[in-house]
């Protein structure tokens, strides 16, 4: 059974950082793109960031740039979301997707309507 785990989430102040993570079990997640994606309340999902697992190519939306990293372990089968100088308006349940048929900035711009999700994390920035 695919199944994507997020944890790391939680309350932090602006200007602090959260580390996200993002475990696969039930797969491997080479020769997938993985995504970071975030949804706060009454607004539209949005695509944060994703990796490419096989070449490691990146993609971050414009809200993100300098301030987040994306990463990859494919020992660990995990993907990670460092994410610094963490503003209000980062705010928002993040989640993490797997699609093997897509590309990193096809995935972001898009979703991942075919690809597996987990189940999200929240992430709150307030002081």
């Known amino acids: 059974q695919l199944q994507l785990v997020e944890s790391g989430g939680g309350l932090v102040q602006p200007g602090g950082s959260l580390r996200l993570s993002c475990a696969a079990s039930?797969?491997?997640?080479?020769?997938?793109?993985i995504g970071w994606f975030r949804q706060a309340p009454g607004k539209e999902r949005e695509g944060v960031s994703c990796i490419s697992s096989s070449d490691g190519s990146t993609y971050y939306a414009d809200s993100v740039k300098g301030r987040f990293t994306i990463s990859r372990d494919i020992a660990k089968n995990t993907v990670f979301l460092q994410m610094n100088s963490l503003k209000p308006d980062d705010t928002a349940v993040y989640y993490c997707?797997?699609?093997?048929?897509?590309?990193?900035?096809?995935?972001?711009?898009?979703?991942?309507?075919?690809?597996?999700w987990g189940q999200g994390t929240q992430v709150t920035v307030s002081s």
């Open positions: 997707a797997a699609d093997g048929l897509t590309t990193v900035q096809a995935m972001c711009v898009h979703g991942a309507p075919f690809g597996s």
């Open positions: 039930g797969f491997s997640l080479d020769y997938y793109v």
